[in-house]
């Protein structure tokens, strides 16, 4: 993978930062509030958003927020998924590729950081095959959970579990971290300061 070479390159700044969500409108507007709040807070500090193209659900609530506030945004769509997710045509950059496997890899090659919102099957998809990139040393780069309303509770929980009967190891917990308010997200961007590990004891 291209990003492997970039393993322990953090840069200074972070300038560019992947968002998976959800693409579904059928969620509580607490949901979509959030997204629309991290859009604008990214936006508003120069942070060029990387996502999955899509004009719907929280994927659609951060880019517009994102744009409205004058920010850049990159979506990256497949093919065989742009009826289904509807690709936003309002964007800085629409990338239309093959597959699911181009997407991923285009959007972790983009991104200096990736933040995880609250989302389906897909987006837990995406959730931990980031964090086993960073495991298997693919990439160095921060992963923060935004813990919504204690939305990741039932994830977290599971990892924790996966620690305890020996099927992951404590390390592995310090792989990502966990936030729940939008100010502890924006601190994870930058250094991290004050953040929690990813363990459910002691997250922000």
Known sequence: MAFLSHLHERPQVLTSVCVYCGSSNYVAEFYKDSARSIG?????????????????G?????ADAAMKAGGRVIGIIPEHIRAHEVQHEGITELHVV???HTRKRMMAERAHAFIILPGGIGTL???????????LRLHNKPIILYNDRGYWDPALQLIEKMVGEGFAQPPDLALYKVASTVDTLLAALTEGKGMASGALTGRM
Do not use: N, S
């Open 40 to 56: 604008t807070a990214l936006a508003q500090r120069g942070m060029t958003i990387v996502y999955g193209g899509g004009h719907v």
């Open 98 to 100: 093959p597959d699911m």
């Open 58 to 62: 929280l994927m659609g609530e951060i």
């Open 125 to 135: 998809d995406e959730m931990f095959e980031i964090i086993i990139w960073k495991k």
